[in-house]
């Protein structure tokens, strides 16, 4: 069967498969040709978070298998997030599993006494470290799948090195000199 609607990755709003445009937020589908993920992280990096959408359809400049791979050996210290530019969630994972490793030592090497342990208090708190590392597994294992069936989120941004690349160099210095107001469609000299 054939779809018959697709989803907005802006506003995550359901239309026609043929739109060109989202009728909610704006967002024109054909400069989705014109993202990376590279200019989404360096968006995010500079602060400018509107500049930013997250999209599930890998980038041209993530490989998904890579990162898959990622996720499976060193998922649970967030390099996979690291990778995409998702740094907080990247540093969730990492402070979690620091924790869970902390307080498994303190206890695994008597850093702690099992006299202390058996402290209604500090045995609580022991069990509390875990909740974090729980979590943790939780939303590793989620991003396996995500990624395997298209539901992991890329920050991207439009790539302006990319577009001026893709451009051939006359046709980008017209594009350069239409911007700047120099010359408009004319040629220099000729």
């Known amino acids: 069967m054939e779809k018959l609607f697709k989803r907005c990755p802006r ?3 359901k239309m026609n498969i043929l ?7 704006g967002l024109i589908f054909d400069r989705l040709e014109n993202v990376s993920n590279r200019a989404g992280k360096a968006s995010l990096s500079r602060g400018e978070r509107s500049q930013v959408i997250y999209v599930t359809t890998p ?5 998904k298998w890579k990162l898959l791979l990622m996720d499976i050996f060193f998922g649970l210290i967030g390099v996979h ?40 208090f500090i045995g609580i708190l022991l069990y509390f470290l875990l909740i974090p590392e ?3 597994m939780i939303i590793w ?23 001026m690349e893709s451009l051939s160099s ?13 010359g408009g469609g004319e040629k220099d000299g000729k």
């Open 19 to 25: 739109a060109k445009k989202c009728d909610t937020c």
């Open 141 to 163: 294992f989620s991003s396996i799948f995500l990624i395997i069936f298209n539901g992991f989120k890329y920050p991207v941004s439009i790539d302006k090195e990319y577009v």
């Open 11 to 13: 506003c995550n709003r």
């Open 170 to 182: 006359p046709v980008a210095e017209e594009v350069i000199r239409t911007a700047k107001g120099k």
């Open 134 to 136: 729980a979590f943790s």
């Open 81 to 120: 997030y690291f990778k995409v530019g998702r740094n907080r969630l990247g540093i969730l994972l990492a402070v979690s599993l620091f924790l869970f490793v902390a307080s498994s030592a303190l206890t695994y090497f008597g850093i702690i006494p099992e006299s202390v342990q058996n402290d209604r």
């Open 59 to 63: 980038p041209r400049d993530v490989n």
